[in-house]
């Protein structure tokens, strides 16, 4: 592994269905991130966690739960998925310790919900 | 609310200069970032400003001024391969990324 990696790379889930995308990092980044990406919408921020052991709700965290139970893996999971979360799913991370700095992103899942 | 603003979609010709604009108004600041994402991957780091000025690194340069909530992107010398999606995102008071909508780069031969 080097750098993130997430998966699956895609997936046609039922609506209803449980599903939890894997996000893995190699880098000991504290910091980790889920986006969605909708056309015309930009990123937008699901949720986040600053450091092993601790989550936090960000711009649309409805209908996601995630956990951090170690520094690299950080798991977003659908409950029962609905259409409206058919999206392009990122994982990120960065290395928030010393300040501001770039993130890191995963290839990407792309989820259809039908 | 927190809001960031930039074109949705620019054409440029090959070996020509392009800026693209970013205007932002967030709850305080600390950075703002440009990133490139071509069609169907990741978003990939492509400069930080948090002072103002211009930063230039390589065929693309980046200026921020903070007093008129304001950035662009300059890229010079266009390639082909520069045809993607040019995000914008500024850091937040609570340290949180706030994204651009992004803006589509076309290249034409």
């Known amino acids: 592994i080097a750098g993130i990696t997430q998966a699956p790379t895609s997936q046609i889930l039922a609506a209803g269905r449980r599903m939890t995308l894997r996000c893995t990092q190699d880098m000991r980044h504290n910091a980790m991130y889920w986006y969605r990406q909708d056309l015309g919408l930009g990123l937008r921020l699901i949720h986040y966690?600053?450091?092993?052991?601790?989550?936090g709700k960000g711009e649309v965290p409805d209908g996601y739960s995630v956990s951090r139970a170690n520094t690299d893996d950080f798991p977003l999971t659908l409950a029962s998925a609905v259409p409206s979360q058919t999206s392009v799913y990122f994982c990120?991370?960065?290395?928030?310790?010393?300040?501001?700095?770039?993130?890191?992103f995963g290839q990407g899942t792309r989820l259809t919900v039908v | 609310g927190q809001n960031i603003d930039q074109p949705t979609e620019m054409t440029a010709t090959e070996g020509a200069i392009v800026q693209i604009n970013c205007t932002y108004q967030t709850s305080g600041f600390n950075g703002l970032f440009w990133y490139q994402q071509h069609a169907g991957e990741a978003p990939t780091f492509l400069s930080y400003n948090v002072l103002d000025g211009l930063e230039e690194k390589g065929r693309f340069s980046s200026f921020l001024s903070r007093s008129k909530g304001y950035s662009y992107l300059l890229l010079k010398e266009l390639q082909m391969k520069d045809s993607a999606s040019y995000l914008c995102a500024v850091t937040d008071s609570n340290y949180q990324l706030i994204w651009g909508a992004g803006t589509k780069l076309i290249i034409k031969p």
């Open positions: 966690s600053n450091t092993a052991g601790t989550t």
């Open positions: 990120a991370s960065s290395d928030s310790s010393g300040g501001v700095t770039e993130a890191f």
